[in-house]
């Protein structure tokens, strides 16, 4: 397999369970940080922003999204297993980095192109970890991005859009297998 098509499909999600707990040298994320910038964005707008959490930032936001679960969970769906998972990723999870999304235009189709601009960026963070074999993350749009108190938490602006974390973490060995359908069911046939 050509180099580039073995790096495209052998990226991998890798989640906190599977992190060793160690902290990765900040230089992994200011790569992961400057090579999103990279990523196509139309007319040169840069609409992604990001906030670089470690350390106590972590702990206390992980605090939060473990205080939300519980606050927001009726006691009948109350599930300790999801409690305990979000708890450990205290000792789990090395950095996070929140994806935000600013837009510059009221226009609904520059505002949907900052979004896919961004996610572009987000490939490119995950395209990135390839190079470094003890380091693995996902994009999580779970804890808390859909609601309310973590644009406030984070104290974003009107224009600016929570679109989720980058999780990161030490990992001992990387999976590389998955499996993808066969892309030719994708392709739209014009008649
Ligand atoms: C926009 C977006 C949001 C995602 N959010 C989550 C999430 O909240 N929780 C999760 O476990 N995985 C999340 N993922 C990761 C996917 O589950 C993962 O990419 C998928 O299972 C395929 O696995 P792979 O990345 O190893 O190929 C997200 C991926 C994308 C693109």
């Known amino acids: 397999m050509d180099n580039i098509n073995k790096i495209i499909q052998e990226r991998r999600s890798h ?7 160690q902290q990765l040298d900040n230089n992994i994320i200011d790569t992961l940080i400057e090579n999103a910038c990279w990523a196509p964005n139309h007319t040169l707008n840069f609409p992604w922003r990001f906030i670089v959490l470690k350390n106590e930032a972590l702990k206390n936001w992980l605090q ?8 927001d969970t009726p006691p009948e769906k ?20 929140v994806l935000v999304c600013e837009h510059d235009s009221e226009s609904v189709n ?4 900052d979004l896919l601009a961004v996610a572009c960026g987000v490939q490119n963070m995950y395209l990135s ?12 749009t779970g804890m808390g991005t859909y609601g309310d108190g973590m644009h406030s938490y984070f104290n974003l602006k009107s224009n600016q859009v929570l679109m989720g974390y ?14 993808r359908k066969d892309f030719r069911q994708f392709i739209i046939s014009v008649k």
């Open 166 to 179: 980058f999780m990161l973490g030490g990992l001992d060995k990387k999976r590389t297998e998955s499996h």
């Open 78 to 97: 109350f599930n300790q297993k999801k409690v305990d998972k979000i708890q450990a990723y205290q000792t789990q999870v090395s950095h996070a980095i």
């Open 129 to 140: 970890l390839s190079q470094f074999s003890n380091a693995g993350g996902y994009w999580s």
């Open 110 to 113: 520059k505002q949907k192109e």
């Open 15 to 21: 989640y906190p369970h599977e992190f060793n707990g």
């Open 64 to 71: 939060l999204v473990l205080d939300n679960l519980i606050k």
